[in-house]
C-alpha cells in the first residue's frame, strides 16, 4: 500500500519559516518526480514547487520563488519543503504528491498519482 505523509505544517507568524517533510512507503519513489501543492478554503488546489527524481529539473509557482525551496533525499524516500518569509496568504493545506510517470515532472495537480493527506500551514499577520 502506498502512502505519504506529510508532516511539519503549523502556526507561524509572517515572516516566519516552516519546513514541510513528506516520507513515502510502500514503494520506492527515487525515479519518479514528487510536487507540494497547496489549497486554501474555497480555493482550487495550486501548484507550488516540484522535483525531477535526479533532482536536475526543480520549478516553481511564481508566489514561492525565492522563499520557498524544495529538496529531496532518494535513501530516506523523503521530500522536503523549506520555506521562508512566510506571508499570510501561504495559508492552506500543503499536500504532496508523486508523478509516477517516467521522466516527467508534472506541473499541475491531474499529472499526479499518489497523494499525502496533508498538513495545516497558517501564517498570522
Known amino acids: 500500500q502506498v502512502q505519504l505523509v506529510e508532516s511539519g505544517g503549523g502556526l507561524v507568524q509572517a515572516g516566519g519559516s516552516l519546513r514541510l517533510s513528506c516520507a513515502t512507503s510502500?514503494?520506492?519513489?527515487?525515479?519518479?518526480?514528487m510536487g507540494w501543492f497547496r489549497q486554501a478554503p474555497g480555493k482550487e488546489r495550486e501548484f507550488v514547487a516540484a522535483i525531477s527524481w535526479n533532482i536536475v529539473s526543480i520549478y516553481y509557482a511564481d508566489s514561492v520563488k525565492g522563499r520557498f525551496t524544495i529538496s529531496r533525499d532518494n535513501a530516506k524516500n523523503t521530500v522536503y519543503l523549506q520555506m521562508n518569509s512566510l506571508k499570510p496568504e501561504d495559508t492552506a493545506v500543503y499536500y504532496c504528491?508523486?508523478?509516477?510517470?517516467?521522466?516527467?515532472?508534472?506541473?499541475?495537480?491531474?499529472?499526479?498519482?499518489?497523494w499525502g493527506q496533508g498538513t495545516q500551514v497558517t501564517v498570522s499577520s
Open positions: 504528491a508523486v508523478d509516477n510517470r517516467y521522466s516527467s515532472t508534472g506541473l499541475t495537480p491531474r499529472e499526479y498519482a499518489y
Open positions: 510502500g514503494r520506492t519513489f527515487s525515479h519518479y518526480a
